[in-house]
């Protein structure tokens, strides 16, 4: 395990270095814990999640172990999203917690419908609104996104205190639309995916910028270097 996640910190280096995405390093030392498992899992820290905290959770798929784990630690009143049909079927297959709730839509830069296409690989279960490498832009649904605003409008949230997002690539076009919303976010957890876009550099450099410059500071980042971790600094 330590030398997968030396060869993955390598990689990345090597990466960030001849430019083919964006090089980020720790900005503040806070504590850390590893919330949810290996795959679907973010850092948090937890000394920053009061007890019934308001979590979102952009992203589910086949996987709510991040969700479960923060309701099992504090209580947490966890509101998942994700628009995918294998996500919605398998969320109504499951016995779920009183304090998790589920939306069958996504989040995206505007209110509507949009076309979303289903991975190849017909055991994965994330599609996209953007055309990459692992989706088939010849199987494609038609799902309903909102913009965050709308949501948070909708669910009556004014402050939420963490919020994770793993939303294959929509990331870099909805970061704004969360950063000007108004409504206060104490740590933000994100899966990158610059890999997916010619452009994932530049992308990334100005994803991260606009969360500096809004007052997040990096305090955790994953093996792989695609889960980060940022807090609201004081």
């Known amino acids: 395990m330590e030398r997968n996640s030396n ?9 960030a270095r001849i430019g083919k995405i964006s090089f980020i390093d720790i900005e503040e030392k806070h504590e850390k814990k590893w919330y949810g498992n290996g795959y679907g899992g973010f850092y948090i820290d937890p000394t920053l999640v009061p007890e019934d905290a308001i979590v979102y959770s952009f992203g589910i798929g086949e996987d709510i172990s991040f969700d479960l784990d923060i309701i099992a630690k504090h209580g947490s009143q966890v509101f998942g999203f994700d628009p995918t049909p294998k996500s919605i079927d398998y969320i109504s297959k499951q016995d779920i917690p009183a304090g998790f709730h589920f939306h069958p839509f996504g989040i995206g830069e ?5 076309t979303f296409n289903l991975p190849k690989n ?3 279960v994330s599609g996209s609104v953007y055309e990459h490498k692992l989706v088939d832009e010849h199987n494609a649904v038609e799902v309903l996104l909102k913009d965050f605003k709308d949501i948070t409008t909708e669910l009556g949230h004014t402050h939420i205190d963490v919020l994770k ?3 294959e690539g929509s990331e870099y076009a909805v970061i704004e639309g969360i950063l000007n919303s108004g409504v206060s976010i104490k740590q933000i957890l994100i899966e990158t995916h610059e890999r997916f876009f010619p452009d994932g550099k530049a992308k990334g450099d100005k994803f991260f910028k606009a969360l500096y410059q809004h ?4 305090f955790a980042i994953s093996d792989t270097y695609q889960e980060i971790s940022l807090v609201k600094s004081a």
Do not use: A
């Open 122 to 124: 017909k055991d994965h």
């Open 7 to 15: 060869l993955k910190r390598l990689e990345y280096w090597i990466k």
């Open 110 to 114: 505007q209110t509507g419908t949009v």
């Open 165 to 167: 997002m793993d939303i």
């Open 215 to 218: 007052g997040y500071r990096i």
